[in-house]
């Protein structure tokens, strides 16, 4: 079993900044894939961010250049740094890792609004 727990979300103006951070206990490892999903309101689960365990890294393409994922394997902690927020960033973020089976946080709210 592997637990995550999220934290750094908020409410910021538009044009702000966020981290969010993400610890990971339990069964988890650095052979894990983990990353960041978000839902808003009425719309289906997204991915936005994920870095593979040799730190290779994706981005949807609407965080492109604003968003940036990173890990440290030693604390077993994934970061989300979110640059230039935009009222269409908010939404309930979670915490994912897998390898095989794949775990969620509880997620954190993140409200961009001025």
């Known amino acids: 079993q592997v637990q995550l727990v999220e934290s750094g979300g908020g409410l910021v103006q538009p044009g702000g900044s966020l981290r969010l951070s993400c610890a990971a206990s339990g069964s988890i490892s650095s052979s894990y894939v983990m990353g960041w999903y978000r839902q808003a309101s009425g719309k289906q689960r997204e991915l936005v961010a994920r870095?593979?365990?040799?730190?290779?890294?994706n981005y949807a393409d609407s965080v492109k250049g604003r968003f940036t994922i990173s890990r440290d394997n030693a604390k077993n902690t994934v970061y989300l740094q979110m640059n230039s927020l935009k009222p269409e960033d908010t939404a309930v973020y979670y915490c994912?890792?897998?390898?095989?089976?794949?775990?969620w946080g509880q997620g954190t709210q993140v409200t961009v609004s001025s």
């Open positions: 994912w890792a897998q390898r095989i089976v794949a775990y």
């Open positions: 870095v593979s365990s040799g730190g290779i890294t």
